[in-house]
């Protein structure tokens, strides 16, 4: 199993090493921001590496979203970052599932995403394959509830888009971690990454608090039987920097072992 961590994207190949990690997820601007990624000066030795790598998308993007100030430069933003995660080799890139105002239809939701992806078209396509990722919050996400998941892919899975489970997104979600990769591939038919995390909350908390795989509100031995069913690689987005992440990918490739 291929297993590794969201790292700083300083110097994501050294994060890699100080992790002994065999798959990194990075940032490639600013999280919070609405500014196209820069060009990396080590574009070309990350491509190069043996080290697998996936981009995450700002958390901004929101092409759900009936607010046209954010939904078109959404659009327009997670095209750039599929252009810019191409040039370091990226396996994928992560994009949150969106939601909508309390009071719109989740369905214009749906066929909002729908129409990014021909928005993509038009413009050439995505360089890097989209994986739509799981959230843990919203009454009106396109992406929480696995009810709400399986209208979204009717929408989009036509375009070949992937998918990124988040084991803390689901638990803080409401959705049991119990066969939740049979659940998920009954819509998808896919798994392309797993985010391995812990939560510092309990069930359908709604609350996205990211904790270390022994610790935290999550049984460990559930993340573990989710990369094992999946067979895909996984990612650990947990806190305590290199030391508590390496501890998280020992305890993942100690138990995958068995």
């Known amino acids: ?144 509830r696995f009810d709400a998941l399986a209208r979204l892919w009717d929408a989009v899975g036509e375009f070949g888009v992937g998918f990124c489970l988040d084991t803390c997104h689901a638990h803080a979600g409401g959705e049991d971690l119990i066969d939740i990769v049979d659940r998920v591939m009954a819509i998808t038919g896919r798994i392309d990454l797993i985010h391995a995390n812990g939560s510092r909350d309990g069930f359908d908390s709604g609350r996205d608090r990211h904790d270390n795989l022994q610790s935290g509100m999550i049984d460990p031995k559930l993340v573990v039987a989710a990369i094992r069913a999946s067979g895909a690689p996984a990612v650990v987005e947990t806190p305590g920097g290199a030391e508590g992440q390496s501890r998280d990918i020992a305890y993942l490739r100690s138990e995958l072992a068995d």
């Open 1 to 144: 199993m291929c297993i590794g961590a969201h790292v700083d994207p300083g110097d994501p190949l050294a994060e890699a090493h100080a992790r002994d990690a065999a798959v990194v997820q990075f940032f490639l601007a600013d999280p919070q921001g609405w500014k196209d990624p820069a060009p990396r000066a080590d574009a070309e030795q990350i491509k190069a590496s043996d080290v697998q790598v996936f981009v995450h998308a700002p958390y901004v993007i929101n092409v759900a979203t009936t607010n046209n100030r954010i939904r078109i430069p959404s659009r327009k933003l997670l095209l750039s970052h599929a252009n810019a995660a191409a040039t370091v080799g990226a396996s994928g890139l992560i994009v949150h599932g969106g939601h909508m105002l309390k009071d719109d239809d989740l369905s214009t939701g749906f066929d909002n995403w729908r129409k990014t992806f021909a928005y993509a078209a038009e413009q050439g396509g995505f360089a890097t394959q989209v994986l739509i990722e799981n959230t843990a919050s919203g009454d009106k996400a396109c992406a929480r």
